[in-house]
């Protein structure tokens, strides 16, 4: 059973830095493409950032405009772990953060990331910028 566990959100000020982990487990993590979303009530998950799985050549990221510069997406394919390094936080940042997992392996999909690629989700973590 693939379980994907978030940590790390909170309360943060503007400009403030908050990393994100995602914790999995019940698949051959490096051979993943991974994702992190994040929703506000009311609105569509939104996709923030991709990683692919891991090739000879190294691993490809993907930014949504919005974060890009700002945040900045790894992953420790020996601790089956992705993060998210979230830097200069705004206020509209506020939302819940979800990390995502496709059912194929060995597979890059395309940018912006469709919810209906990612089969496998975490419960989510709030992330809350505010003064």
């Known amino acids: 059973e693939v379980q994907l566990v978030e940590s790390g959100g909170g309360l943060v000020q503007p400009g403030g830095s908050l990393r994100l982990s995602c914790a999995a487990s019940?698949?051959?993590?490096?051979?993943?493409?991974m994702a992190w979303f994040r929703q506000v009530p009311g609105n569509e998950r939104e996709g923030v950032s991709i990683?692919?799985?891991?090739?000879?050549?190294?691993?490809?990221?993907y930014y949504a405009g919005s974060v890009k510069g700002r945040f900045t997406i790894s992953r420790d394919n020996a601790k089956n772990t992705l993060y998210l390094q979230m830097n200069s936080l705004k206020p509209e940042d506020t939302a819940m953060y979800y990390c995502?997992?496709?059912?194929?392996?060995?597979?890059?999909?395309?940018?912006?990331?469709?919810?209906?690629?990612?089969?496998?989700w975490g419960q989510g973590t709030q992330v809350t910028v505010s003064s």
């Open positions: 019940g698949l051959t993590f490096g051979a993943y493409t």
């Open positions: 995502a997992a496709p059912s194929v392996k060995y597979t890059v999909f395309g940018w912006p990331p469709k919810e209906s690629d990612y089969n496998y």
């Open positions: 990683i692919t799985y891991t090739r000879w050549t190294g691993t490809g990221t």
